[in-house]
């Protein structure tokens, strides 16, 4: 049992049958076919050679299957973390040299290693933090970068830059180089591509395909363009005509290297690093989760730390660069009927015969087609009616996903990511530094007490019951105190305030010193301050620290027993 929680493959294994084989292996066939194309477009959108995106897609499936917990998700390259991987290096090295794929393989390994510590840790949590409105403003921002990145391919023109305002600019510089055949076949790729989305599935059950394997099917049509536009290319000697190609891609199975990167290079990869372990895990687990509902099955976020992190520092250890859980090929694992982990495996094996056999053929695919791939992938992640949702629900959260979205835009996804952490915790503190605090009031012919603004409820003038609907600690304790004296200043008749702590679980020291504070000055005044319907831990902690040897009140059982005590003192 201890050996299975740090290896849940363990559990799966056990009961294995011929059935799920059969299921996995159709699976594994359909996810390969995908995996292909996405892993050398992701490759050119990361900046490494065509054949890392290859390398990082076979031992990382494997580790992930061993040590992960969802039985659907599929490891790999995606669409931003290798946007990430690229903005990161561009500052330490140029692209196609060696240092730039030391780079790659460096935050691969230190992603790796910070998944896991955090793992072990039991840092899981840590998407709680996250508000996932604003991390959908990051992911929208960010695929419409990787698609404007991604034009220069389908226009065969040069241009650079990490943000929407450097790569228009430099594609606006760069338009007189522009070649009509590479634009034409980028952009037919993008048609054909966009209606396979729409129009696949359905042709597919028109040829009395069953609708399931139909459905999967239809989304491995990516393979399809690389296969038509490869051969067009090649029949027709369109890289003579200006058509950039892929070229030689080397066969064979990458090397099995360990070596410590240096501390410089750790120190200035250091924070990419942990933002794309941030990032990748929350795409990860939020995919994990989804289609693990589906199926009833528990993801453990823990556990998915590990399973992470394991496959990034088998990325780093096989030439790699950053991977984490897709969402493309998880739902088409899924959807093909993969019922373990062992599809993942089986689909590491393909990637592993296309490298070895495969590649010599990709030499005339035109880098068009593989931006095509990329710019249809990443329409997916741009959703911009989180913008309407937030601003019928929540102003705040609205302001914090257009400030998200604009700054990624404009600074770039380092900054865009930074500032979306920032928000999001930012976000936390502004709400929870002014709860929610209702005066309460007794309905009539009950012991329930309700807020005095929606209900109608029995009050006393002379007393004073607030209900605050939050734990009180450093962030809110000052915002409590001053609404309790600002109210009492109003109201020169009060002289008892009972604060209803039934939505209390904790009470840090600030509040407590709050507290104290707010009692000494309220005896001052001859008001006495009382707490009703006290949780035990907290309790616990009111205790120890002697405050209630010091309060000028009483702490009561129920809010009822309260209001009938102090009314009934007061008549």
């Not at 900046?47 to 494997?62: A, Q």
């Not at 928000?423 to 007794?442: D, F, N, Q």
Request: glycine residues 8%; proline residues 4%.
């Amino acid at each position: 049992m201890i050996i299975e929680r740090f290896i849940p493959a363990l559990s799966w294994l056990k009961t294995y049958h011929r059935g799920q084989f059969s299921q996995d292996a159709t699976a594994a066939f359909i996810v390969t076919m995908l995996l292909i194309p996405q892993s050398l477009a992701y490759a050119m959108l990361a900046g490494v050679p065509p054949e890392v995106g290859l390398y990082s897609s076979i031992l990382p499936l494997v580790l992930y299957a061993l040590f992960g917990t969802s039985t659907s998700l599929s490891v790999g390259p995606v669409a931003v973390a290798s946007l990430m991987t690229a903005t990161s290096l561009a500052v330490i090295a140029e692209q196609g040299t060696a240092s730039y794929l030391t780079g790659a393989i460096t935050l691969a390994l230190l992603s790796g290693a910070m998944l896991i510590i955090m793992g072990v840790m039991k840092l899981g949590m840590v998407t709680n933090l996250l508000s996932h409105s604003v991390i959908s403003g990051f992911i929208s921002a960010s695929g419409i970068i990787i698609a404007l990145s991604q034009l220069k391919h389908i226009l065969g023109i040069q241009a650079h830059g990490d943000n929407v305002v450097m790569q228009l600019l430099s594609m606006l510089e760069n338009i007189g180089q522009f070649k009509p055949m590479t634009f034409v076949i980028g952009v037919s790729v993008i048609a054909f591509l966009l209606l396979a989305r729409r129009h696949a599935k359905r042709f597919l059950i028109m040829l009395k395909v069953p609708e399931a394997s139909a459905a999967s099917l239809a989304k491995t049509a990516p393979i399809l363009g690389v296969l038509s536009s490869l051969a067009v290319v090649y029949l027709y000697d369109l890289q003579s005509h200006g058509v950039a190609i892929t070229g030689h891609i080397p066969a064979g199975l990458p090397n099995l290297v360990f070596t410590l990167p240096s501390l410089e290079l750790i120190k200035a990869l250091a924070l990419p690093a942990l933002m794309i372990s941030i990032i990748g895990y929350v795409e990860s687990i939020s995919v994990g989760k989804t289609l693990g509902a589906k199926r009833r099955e528990k993801v453990k976020p823990n556990q998915e730390l590990i399973g992470l992190g394991a496959a990034n520092i088998a990325s780093g250890v096989s030439g790699g660069f950053p991977v984490t859980g897709g969402f493309s090929r998880s739902v088409v694992n899924f959807d093909a009927g993969a019922v373990t982990q062992l599809a993942s495996i089986m689909t590491a094996l393909g990637i592993m015969i296309a490298s070895l056999f495969l590649t010599p053929m990709l030499y005339f695919l035109p880098k068009a087609t593989l931006a095509a791939t990329i710019i249809v992938a990443v329409t997916t992640l741009i959703d911009f009616s989180i913008l309407k949702k937030t601003w019928l629900f929540s102003r705040s959260d609205f302001y914090a996903v257009l400030a998200t979205i604009v700054i990624t835009l404009l600074l770039g996804v380092e900054v865009g990511v930074a500032s979306g952490v920032a928000l999001s915790i930012a976000l936390h503190l502004y709400r929870t530094s002014k709860p929610h605090v209702a005066e309460v009031g007794l309905i009539k012919g009950s012991e329930h007490f309700r807020n005095v603004k929606r209900y109608e409820v029995e009050t006393s003038p002379q007393l004073l019951c607030l209900r605050p609907d939050e734990s009180l600690f450093f962030a809110n304790a000052t915002f409590l105190e001053d609404h309790i004296i600002d109210t009492i200043s109003q109201r020169k008749e009060i002289n008892h305030v009972v604060i209803q702590c039934s939505a209390v679980n904790e009470i840090d020291f600030s509040a407590l010193e709050m507290l104290e504070a707010l009692n000494l000055q309220l005896k001052s005044l001859n008001i006495t301050l009382s707490l009703s319907e006290v949780k035990g831990p907290v309790m616990d902690h009111l205790e120890c620290s002697g405050f209630l040897q010091h309060l000028n009140g009483r702490v009561y059982l129920s809010q009822f027993q309260a209001y009938q005590d102090i009314t009934r003192a007061t008549k």
